[in-house]
């Protein structure tokens, strides 16, 4: 089962934008990471935000956890045709052994 | 130093067949995940391993099954191959202490194609 929501499922916006993409969970979490996917890849972890923890910056990422809401949001800034990509959220629960994904944000940059 | 590699990238298979898929953690990792990932959703939790033992399971039937080596490499087997096996297997790695919550890292995946 999913436990992580992304919102949107799928954004188009054109290069420079700002890109905007969020995860709400359900249960506690120890932390939270997020993923790039390119078509057919695998995932490339982008940033890890801990529960204690309101706001990660990692070059044009910028990530955002409001675990009283739980949710998150992860912005990309000035975006480029490489962010093209899909774009996942996921969970460790407390005591858990396991990430715990969305079903993922499809990010597509226009030239 | 080396990510976490994965083998074979693509296979087909006939549905009833068997099927092992190959890990190596990245180095100084010795907790090994897997998952899979069905076309078009997010990865699904299959199993952990640490120190050659399954530490947790997720809500997959028997037929998949896996083992730890004392390298630390993984495989991961799936017995009876169904067309809904049909999926890209992950394998991820961690070092001890992932209760944590540190960083897992995620291999290129096993495109598996059951026909």
């Known amino acids: 089962s999913q436990q992580g929501e992304e919102d949107p499922q799928a954004l188009s916006i054109q290069e420079g934008e700002n890109a905007t993409m969020n995860c709400s969970y359900k249960t506690s979490i120890n932390n939270l990471q997020w993923y790039r996917q390119n078509s057919g890849r695998g995932l490339v972890h982008l940033i890890l935000?801990?529960?204690?923890?309101r706001e990660k910056h990692s070059g044009r990422l910028r990530v955002t956890l409001d675990t009283s809401k739980k949710s998150s949001s992860l912005l990309i800034t000035a975006s480029r045709a490489a962010d093209t990509a899909s774009y996942f959220c996921?969970?460790?629960?407390?005591?858990?052994?396991?990430?715990?994904f969305g079903q993922g944000t499809r990010l597509t940059i226009n030239p | 130093d080396a990510g976490v590699t994965q083998s074979p990238t693509h296979l087909i298979k006939t549905r009833g067949q068997q099927v092992t898929l190959r890990c190596s953690p990245k180095s100084g990792h010795d907790t090994v995940s897997w998952y899979q990932q069905a076309l078009g959703q997010g990865p699904q939790f299959i199993f952990q391993y640490y120190e050659e033992e399954e530490r947790q399971r997720g809500n997959f039937p028997d037929r998949f099954s896996g083992h730890q080596f004392p390298n630390y490499s993984s495989e991961l087997n799936v017995n009876a191959l169904l067309l809904g096996d049909s999926a890209l297997y992950l394998c991820?790695?961690?070092?001890?202490?992932?209760?944590?919550?540190?960083?897992?890292?995620f291999g290129e995946g096993s495109w598996l194609t059951v026909v």
């Open positions: 935000i801990r529960s204690n923890e």
């Open positions: 991820a790695s961690s070092p001890t202490g992932i209760d944590s919550g540190n960083t897992i890292y």
């Open positions: 996921a969970t460790w629960g407390t005591g858990a052994q396991k990430l715990v």
